[in-house]
């Protein structure tokens, strides 16, 4: 008898040894229920072998293979098995991960059966005459003579299922299962509409992308705002489609706009499939079935869609490539970009990154020729860019962080029946500490960092070098005490608003107001139709969205990303200004973009608002390389929380002396940590984290292969929640 090997979506790092039944086949890739402990799991199975560790004696059977074929294509096989070694996570939850809900739950996969009531033998030679004490039966019969009759067809045809039945019992007729042929929209397919005269730009990148589009290789657009680079996706698309091959696009968690999904749908006569956070477990059941059954042409979606098993795919599509929803923040963190980039390697096909304001990572690769490069840098539409301002706020006073200036203007703006959104972005910025009198930051002056405001332990920290003191009465440098903490939350923020604004209504957008299943399209929807005239959000409100009537854009809190210690927050916030900069005033209303900071003069402002988003990137992508900042090192990040506020830094002080043995032999090595996260507590619990860093992403994934399997004899690690988050963005 021979072992298989099943993985289960359990947090263990190991596979699960089970002997297999006599009459049982080994499907790599199917589902299996077996028993384990005391309960029955459905598991997959990864392999099978002659031995197994454990004496053949204590193994279980299998009960049951679910599947007769693997549920995931070949490439798709490949990209998890890479995903779960390369991010560290269990293979069993990264497989299961993958699936749709109910077939995590064992559902079959595949579309229920058609049934149908068919004549045997025996019933064509029967005497009809012989039933006739029995009416139905013998209308039944005769129906089944005539033809073959669906099940569902039955009460339709005043026959009922009992007649039936009776007939099956006396031998004369039996119920066949049938499962419909897949339906083709190669057939009928065809491209709609009128098509737009392409401009100079357009016309070159689609161009160079179709001469290329049967091999691997990554197309970053990089269009500003409103280019046209949708129309690019599209006119890639009908190549593709025509040749009968599918296609992917994937979408932020917000930018899944009703206007973008009737774009595609009015483009093609084929069926688009969207995967949204709106469809219930059976739809999305049903999009899987038919993508991998190739009855789907396009398959629109957020993150998650990646895992869409597809019978013939043509290409990838990102859109906003740069969002940070394509990171997954817990669990398994990976990050649909770059698995999806692997995955067109695999399929060997084209993947096109598309964005106004491409991430550095993305903008690196594409300089040093990884990527083809291809830009759009006319407006196709109407829109006029937007009048910029910056307010200085040193010595303002100000109303809930805002400036009196700022506010007049929102009043002029409301007063002319237009909407005004807030931006303000907490989520990663590591709070610094400002004097509001003349700007001084608080820096550490062991690495000239800044240092990060730990307001509840009432400590300055640096997260670099660890070093921390309590915080400072008096400015050093004007000796003002006048000291703030960078940022207002956007829950306090909508307090003094609704304040301030008593008569007019306020929206926020943000994590803690969508969570719940539906909330960001009610909120949409209210901005959509005017009945929010004040919006208040952070990134999530930037993307994907034109409201006509936003005619102001206040971004609250620049400094909080200008002196974050999270490096990454600069690059945040200049994509998010150039995003909203592209966007206020569309519909030929004039809009404006204001500003606030202490630091007018800040460099990074400056080249921003006068030489925009490339100059800023090829600028900080220079200045990461002289720190040693990703994308030119590779960083992990080991997080791990309790309620005690001991254990964490515990466990992870004694990870860093075993990191400290490797260092011994590669001092190319760095760690950082531990150090408390920025968002130092949560739901009641103490969250500390150690970042390694390394320049070698192969030596990096070494170095966390043989850390992780020493953790789990670490008795520490039991005592507290640990993850680890590769390539992580955010501190
Ligand atoms: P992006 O995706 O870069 O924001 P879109 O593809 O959505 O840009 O284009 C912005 C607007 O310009 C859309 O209304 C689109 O229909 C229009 N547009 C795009 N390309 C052209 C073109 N070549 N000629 C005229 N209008 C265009
Ligand atoms: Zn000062
Ligand atoms: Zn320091």
Not at 303 to 309: C, I, K, Q, V
Request: aromatic content about 8%.
């Amino acid at each position: 008898m021979r072992v298989v090997k099943i993985v289960l979506p359990v947090p263990l790092d190991r596979s699960f040894d089970y002997l297999l039944p006599e009459d049982m086949a080994v499907i790599i890739g199917a589902r299996v229920r077996v028993p384990f402990g005391k309960r029955e799991a459905i598991g997959i199975i990864v392999g099978s072998s002659e031995h197994s560790d454990f004496p053949l004696s204590q193994l279980k059977k299998i009960n049951h293979l679910i599947d007769q074929e693997s549920l995931f294509t070949p490439t798709l096989w490949k990209s998890l098995l890479w995903a779960a070694s390369y991010y560290q996570f269990p293979l069993g939850e990264v497989l299961f991960h993958a699936l749709p809900v109910l077939l995590r739950q064992g559902k079959p996969a595949q579309e229920p059966p058609i049934w149908q009531w068919q004549i045997t033998e025996a019933g064509k030679d029967a005497d009809l005459t012989a039933l006739k004490r029995a009416p139905k039966q013998q209308q039944a019969l005769a129906a089944l003579r005539h033809s073959h009759l669906y099940r569902h067809q039955i009460s339709a045809l005043d026959l009922n299922e009992t007649a039936f039945q009776a007939l099956k019992t006396k031998g004369l007729a039996q119920l066949q299962e049938s499962y419909p042929a897949p339906t083709r929209w190669q057939d009928s397919f065809a491209i709609n509409g009128e098509r737009l005269k392409l401009n100079t730009e357009q016309a070159t990148a689609i161009g160079a992308i179709r001469s290329d589009d049967k091999k691997f290789g990554v197309w970053l657009l990089e269009g500003i705002t409103g280019s046209g680079k949708t129309e690019v996706y599209l006119s890639v698309l009908e190549n593709i489609l025509s040749e009968g091959r599918q296609a992917l696009v994937l979408v932020p968690e917000i930018g899944l706009t009703p206007q973008t999904i009737a774009r595609f749908r009015e483009r093609f006569n084929a069926p688009v499939d969207v995967v949204h956070s709106g469809l219930n477990d059976s739809e999305r059941l049903a999009v899987w079935l038919r993508a991998r059954r190739g009855e789907t042409a396009i398959v629109i979606g957020t993150r998650s869609a990646l895992f869409t098993p597809f019978k013939n795919l043509g290409t990838i599509v990102i859109d906003e490539e740069h969002d940070s929803s394509y990171k997954q923040q817990e669990g398994w963190r990976y990050h649909a970009r770059d698995l999806a980039i692997l995955h067109a390697r695999q399929e060997n096909i084209p993947i096109v990154l598309g964005s106004a304001t491409p991430a550095i990572e993305s903008l690196y690769n594409a300089q040093s020729g990884k990527y083809h490069h291809l830009r759009l840098t006319l407006r196709a539409g109407h829109a006029k860019p937007a009048s910029q301002y910056i307010l200085d706020l040193k010595g303002q006073p100000l109303t809930a962080g805002l400036a009196p200036a700022l506010l007049k203007r929102m009043r002029d703006h409301l007063q002319a029946n237009n909407q005004v959104i807030l931006f303000l972005n907490r989520r990663g910025y590591a709070p610094a500490l400002l004097c509001h009198e003349c700007g001084w930051i608080a820096e550490c002056p062991r690495c000239e960092r800044y240092y990060t405001l730990h307001q509840s332990q009432r400590m300055l920290r640096c997260h670099h070098c660890d070093s921390q003191k309590p915080i400072p009465h008096q400015c050093p440098k004007c000796g003002s005490t006048h000291l703030v903490a960078v940022g207002v939350g956007t829950e306090q923020l909508d307090h003094e608003l609704a304040r301030l604004f008593p008569d007019t209504p306020i929206t926020r957008v943000d994590r803690d107001t969508t969570s719940r299943k539906g909330a960001l399209e009610q909120h949409l929807s209210d901005i959509h139709q005017g009945g929010a005239r004040i919006l208040i959000g952070t990134q999530m409100l930037a993307k994907g969205h034109h409201f006509p009537d936003v005619t102001m854009v206040g971004l609250i809190d620049v400094d909080g990303a200008l002196f974050s210690a999270d490096f990454r927050a600069a690059e945040r916030f200049a994509q998010l200004y150039t995003q909203v900069s592209g966007r206020a005033g569309r519909a030929g209303k004039q809009g404006e973009v204001l500003l606030q900071t202490h630091h007018p003069e800040h460099p990074l402002l400056q080249t921003l608002l006068h030489q925009g988003y490339e100059s800023f990137a090829r600028q900080a992508i220079e200045e990461r390389k002289s720190v040693f900042l990703p994308p030119f090192t590779y960083h992990a990040i080991f997080r791990a929380e309790d309620h005690d506020n001991q254990q964490a830094p515990q466990f992870l002080q004694q990870l860093r002396e075993l990191l400290e043995t490797m260092r011994n032999q590669d001092a190319a090595l760095w760690i950082l940590g531990p150090v408390p996260a920025l968002q130092a507590k949560r739901s009641g619990r103490f969250r500390w984290q150690l970042l390694i860093q390394h320049p070698s992403r192969a030596r990096l994934q070494q170095i966390l292969h043989t850390t992780r399997e020493k953790i789990t004899a670490m008795p520490q690690s039991k005592k507290v929640k640990w993850t680890l988050d590769v390539d992580p963005i955010e501190s």
